[in-house]
């Protein structure tokens, strides 16, 4: 396959791509404060457009739910960006009330499209409403969180610590419904569930990734895994589950081709 991005490579580490979710279109973004998108088609991937972000290097960009805007927050910033597809109009948001972070990076979108999980310092997590950007209200886990994730009707929230304990909220009510264990975990890393909800992967500082059931997680202090998987030998930053809930793909940004299908 040729390089989706052949048309535009960036000048700088490219710290997002990811699908769109309905239209075969691919986007790109990173530190060079650009976000490229490109029409897959196998053959040319033609660049569609790309918007440039002043002195706003890019540390996530998201597509929304319904595909029509991308979310992007910066390395060193306290405000994001929404950037309006459909009519091409770059939206600063400046500052979230109620919020009082000195940089917003790490973010995830829950599934049914309604809700923003920004993560903070010291474990505070901010759900905000998608629809205003405006602070829901803020939860807290003991220590530093590290990674979230909604489960797949978006009414819970699973967040990682980085002492290796997973949180579970309830979405609606924000009350911490249960924590558990991951087992040896000596430093939480990333977290995934899968789209059928029946299991979640949780991958640490060592490479372990940790597959539960979650009914286990639901309910045990100390859940046994389902398998440990040992393949990586550095950091587990990313794992994620194909929609099928076949496959769970786990890899490590800190060394070239460290990414495992199991």
């Known amino acids: 396959c040729l390089p989706a991005n052949q048309e535009r490579f960036a000048n700088g580490r490219l710290a997002t791509v990811q699908f769109h979710p309905s ?14 998108l490109f029409q897959v088609d196998g053959i040319k991937n033609p660049k569609i457009q790309s918007i440039y972000l002043e002195g706003f290097p890019i540390y996530k960009a998201c597509f929304s739910v319904d595909g029509e805007h991308v979310i992007a927050t910066g390395t060193h910033h306290r405000m994001f960006f929404v950037y309006d597809m ?20 790490s ?3 829950s599934p049914d499209g309604s809700f923003m999980l920004v993560t903070g310092t010291s474990g505070y997590l901010h759900l905000l409403s998608m629809k205003t950007k ?5 939860m807290k886990v003991n220590g530093r969180c590290t990674a979230s994730a909604f489960t797949p009707d978006s009414s819970k929230i699973y967040s990682y610590s980085k002492e290796g304990e997973v949180f579970i909220w309830d979405v609606r ?18 977290i995934a569930l899968s789209k059928n909800n029946q299991y979640v992967a949780c991958g640490s500082a060592s490479g372990v990734v940790n597959l539960y059931t979650t009914d286990g997680c639901l309910k045990e202090r100390r859940p046994k895994p389902v398998k440990a998987i040992m393949n990586l030998v550095t950091s587990a930053t990313c794992v994620t589950f194909n929609p099928t809930t076949e496959i769970l793909a786990v890899a490590s940004r800190e060394t070239d081709e460290a990414v495992k299908m199991v």
């Open 23 to 36: 239209a075969q279109v691919v986007m790109t973004a990173g530190h060079d404060r650009s976000v490229s």
């Open 86 to 105: 459909m009519s091409g109009n770059i939206i600063p948001i400046q500052k979230v009330r109620g919020v009082e972070e000195r940089f917003l990076r």
């Open 107 to 109: 973010f995830e979108l």
């Open 134 to 138: 405006e602070l829901i209200s803020t």
């Open 173 to 190: 009510s924000r009350k911490c419904l249960h924590k558990f264990e991951d087992e040896g975990s000596l430093e939480g890393k990333c």
